[in-house]
């Protein structure tokens, strides 16, 4: 059996986080860059490979097929690299469906050439996209979203006068 004394002294998670005055970390600080890292590193070695691409597409026939082909590729890889930037950036900005805010941010023209994406404008054209405060309409189980429930009769009411009370 655990004694009552053995559970009051070990501190629970939230007061953990009262005394320390800060949000206990989730991952260790030296993983967390060890991983950021490896994504810069991909990112410049998926640019290399994009302007290899490129190199390649100058050198072939102009107007050729192969030529064609390796614009595209290059394009595509450029796009694909944008859109995962994109993704990373959206998830810290708290969008809350990434796909769907990325179509709506390459409409609207919002991402520039870099990659960069216009947060504030984003923002402000799509706020559906950043969290579901303020989005619900207000309603209760009244008749309709508007009005409170009726305070008459409730099944208390109809319990207790079925039962002769």
């Not at 600080?29 to 640019?47: I, T």
């Not at 190199?55 to 890889?77: F, H, I, N, T, V």
């Not at 960069?116 to 979203?145: C, D, I």
Request: proline share 4%; net charge negative.
């Amino acid at each position: 059996m655990v004694d009552a004394d053995q559970v009051s002294e070990q501190p629970q998670v939230g007061e953990q986080q009262e005394q320390t005055g800060q949000e206990p970390e989730r991952f260790d600080a030296e993983y967390v860059g060890k991983l950021r890292k490896e994504a810069a590193d991909w990112r410049s070695q998926l640019r290399e490979t994009e302007k290899q691409l490129r190199d390649a597409a100058k050198q072939a026939e102009a107007g050729s097929a192969a030529q064609k082909q390796l614009a595209e590729m290059a394009d595509a890889m450029t796009a694909r690299d944008v859109q995962m930037q994109f993704y990373d950036e959206a998830h810290s900005q708290g969008v809350s469906n990434l796909k769907l805010a990325y179509l709506a941010a390459t409409d609207a023209g919002l991402i520039d050439q870099r990659g960069r994406v216009n947060w504030e404008q984003m923002k402000k054209s799509f706020p559906q996209l950043f969290g579901m405060t303020g989005t619900h309409p207000a309603g209760n189980a009244g008749s309709g979203t508007t009005n409170p429930p009726s305070s008459g009769k409730d099944m208390n009411a109809f319990i207790r006068a079925g039962a002769g009370r």
